[in-house]
C-alpha cells in the first residue's frame, strides 16, 4: 500500500503488516493489544513480542508523518487525524 499526503508531498510505502494496521485503525480507534489481536486474526501469525514491536513501529511511523495520534494513554488508542 501506498499512502499520499497532499498537504505535506510525503509518500509512505506500507508493508502488509502496517497497512493492516493503518486499514483497521482507520475503522475505528484501536489499542495496541486490540490490533495485535486482529493482526492475528487476519494474517494467521500468533501474538509474539516482534509483533508487538512491529505494531509499536507501525504507531510511531504513523504518529511522526501526521496520519495518526495517539490519546496518550497508557494502553494507547490510536486513530486516524
Not at 509512505?12 to 493503518?22: G, H, R, Y
Not at 475503522?27 to 501469525?45: F, G, M, P, R, Y
Amino acid at each position: 500500500m501506498v499512502i499520499y499526503d497532499d498537504l505535506s508531498g510525503d509518500t509512505l510505502k506500507l508493508d502488509v503488516v502496517t497497512a493492516e494496521i493503518f486499514r483497521r485503525v482507520q475503522q475505528e480507534a484501536a489499542t495496541s493489544e486490540q490490533l495485535a489481536q486482529h493482526l492475528s486474526s487476519v494474517l494467521d501469525v500468533e501474538v509474539d513480542l516482534r509483533l508487538e514491536r512491529l505494531i509499536e513501529i507501525a504507531l510511531e511511523r504513523f504518529e511522526v508523518s501526521g496520519l495518526m495520534i495517539s490519546t496518550g494513554a497508557s494502553t494507547p488508542d490510536v486513530g486516524q487525524t
